[in-house]
């Protein structure tokens, strides 16, 4: 089965979302269409111009998905699993500034081809692996005011991960989620501070996410991303690298009827640049945060 859009109906939904949905699935339901509108009150570790409230809005959409169909005469790990190929993912993220600042905050990712495996696992198992995904060309491009970020691009050649889930019997209401991640790619950045050189280098990064949850209470999970530049020459003269990190933990829930649910979080978002001869450039903010979201639609 293969689902396709027209490109003037494609072109309206990008228009309408790009505007996290929920903070900890943001690298993990890369397959979720989703629209986000929220509240937000930041604190800046350094500048104050960037404290006060923020108006948060978000989304993802996919343009193509197919459902890859397994034989019936499959008879192992990998072949016996639910597969969709998804191509032109599209996400975005603003934060607009309530004291005259602006638009403070800007995020587009673009995601030309990925793959997702849901494994039939059987029943009885405490542990078992319910997500693996695999990502080729993953673009992201980032303005952030607040961490002194003039410009990110980062390109993850490649990038991996795997969900697993932990229930303590078949009758347990609750599941605990485990999620790890790790990309490899090339990143270009670029502050503000004129003392500081344009980063062209490699980069590693990690992703982690953890929860628990029941169908009556909800999600309460954290959830960690962290990429690092590096250098192939010698370290000595390595130099200039960055560090991008964020870190957020919350709470989300769906509303039993329709596609709303409810986000509530707070996070850090991080950003360390190493000169070399200067001092180093660190940047720090941290906002909490109430978010409206429309999923799956």
């Not at 943001?26 to 930041?42: C, D, F, I, K, P």
Request: with cysteine; hydrophobic share 35%.
């Amino acid at each position: 089965m293969v689902m396709r859009i027209d490109f003037r109906r494609g072109l309206v939904v990008v228009v309408l979302t790009l505007f996290p949905f929920s903070a900890w699935a943001q690298n993990w339901l890369l397959e979720t269409n989703a629209v986000t509108v929220g509240y937000g009150h930041e604190k800046n570790k350094f500048d104050d111009v960037f404290d006060g409230s923020k108006l948060l809005l978000s989304g993802q959409y996919v343009f193509d998905k197919e459902i890859v169909e397994t034989s019936e005469n499959d008879d192992c790990c990998w072949r016996m699993a639910n597969r969709e190929r998804l191509k032109w993912i599209v996400d975005g993220m603003f934060r607009v500034g309530g004291d005259g600042n602006g638009l403070e905050y800007t995020k587009i990712g673009v995601t030309p081809w990925a793959l997702t495996r849901d494994p039939n696992s059987g029943s009885g198992r405490k542990l078992t692996t319910t997500r693996d995904q695999f990502e080729l060309g993953h673009l992201r491009y980032v303005v952030d005011d607040a961490l002194d970020v003039k410009s990110l691009a980062e390109l993850s050649i490649v990038r991996v991960g795997r969900l697993g889930e932990y229930k303590w019997s078949d009758d347990s209401p609750y599941t605990v989620t485990l999620g790890g991640a790790a990309s490899l790619g090339w990143a270009w950045v670029e502050t503000n501070d004129p003392l500081y050189s344009t980063v062209s280098n490699p980069f590693a990064g990690v992703f982690v996410m953890a929860s628990i949850e029941s169908e009556r209470m909800g999600r309460f999970y954290i959830d960690n991303r962290t990429v690092n530049g590096f250098s192939i020459s010698n370290p000595s003269r390595g130099h200039p690298t960055a560090r991008e990190s964020r870190v957020a933990g919350g709470y989300t829930r769906k509303f039993s009827r329709g596609c709303l649910g409810i986000d509530i979080y707070v996070e850090k978002r991080s950003f360390y640049f190493d000169e070399g001869g200067v001092g180093d450039l660190y940047n720090a903010n941290g906002t909490a945060g109430i978010l409206l979201t429309c999923n799956g639609f």
